[in-house]
């Protein structure tokens, strides 16, 4: 099983809005309503920032958002804040044996 | 406030085994029907599931680590526990416990997450 397709690095100045996509397949992204986008800082645990592909859990930023098309999932982050400078990993539910399938990283750098 | 706390040896030799355990507080892991799970991430690398377990002893292991996991739960303490046999440097890496954010489903999206313990395979 592959790792979900992440670009490296996005970047953007505060106040503007960046997106990243997560592409996979029609085996896990495609498939089911189940993307989730993870938040890390260097040197800290991952924080779920939205699950089931839409859904935020409480206490994150509704500067956060998240989409789907086809086999690409998308994360927007609006109102870019010094704060959003991170790693961000997706995740998706996969039919294969792994069960799930995490991205490959992409660098948030806010400019 | 649910809380994880992962424990174990920081440095483990090559072909000997990976113990950790993680400690959780602010809920109990025998009800709310959700599963509890090992996540890692290899120094400068992305994640990787290891595998879940359910408070009943019901598993789920990634195929790539199955023929070397064992997790099991100890209601009583509050924990669960992940093994890891016949380790190599690659199994080098940062050790989450985590537990999802729907009760029932294993894998779909991990809410909880210990601070992560270094496990280093050397000799």
């Known amino acids: 099983q592959s790792a979900l397709t992440q670009p490296a690095s996005v970047s953007g100045s505060p106040g503007q809005s960046i997106t990243i996509s997560c592409t996979g397949t029609s085996s896990d992204v495609g498939g089911y309503k189940y993307v989730s986008w993870y938040q890390q800082h260097p040197g800290k645990a991952p924080r779920l920032m939205i699950y089931?592909?839409?859904n935020r859990p409480s206490g994150v930023s509704n500067r956060f958002s998240g989409s789907k098309s086809g086999n690409t999932a998308s994360l927007t982050i609006s109102g870019l804040q010094a704060e959003d400078e991170a790693d961000y990993y997706c995740?998706?539910?996969?039919?294969?044996?792994?069960?799930?399938?995490f991205g490959t990283g992409t660098k948030v750098t806010v400019l | 406030q649910l809380q994880l706390q992962e424990s174990g040896p920081g440095l483990v030799k090559p072909s000997e085994t990976l113990s950790l355990t993680c400690t959780v507080s602010?809920?109990?892991?025998?009800?709310?029907?959700?599963?509890w799970g090992w996540i890692r991430q290899p120094p400068g690398r992305g994640l990787e599931w290891i595998g879940s377990i359910y408070h009943s002893g019901s598993t789920y292991y990634n195929p790539s680590l199955k023929s070397r996991v064992t997790m099991s739960v100890d209601t009583s303490k509050n924990q669960f526990s992940l093994k890891l046999s016949s380790v190599i440097a690659a199994d080098t890496a940062v050790y989450f416990c985590v537990r999802p954010a729907v009760a029932g489903t294993a894998v779909r999206s991990f809410q909880y997450w210990g601070q992560g313990t270094l496990v280093s395979v050397s000799s």
């Open positions: 089931e592909v839409t």
């Open positions: 995740s998706s539910y996969t039919n294969s044996g792994t069960l799930v399938v």
């Open positions: 602010g809920a109990s892991i025998s009800s709310g029907g959700y599963y």
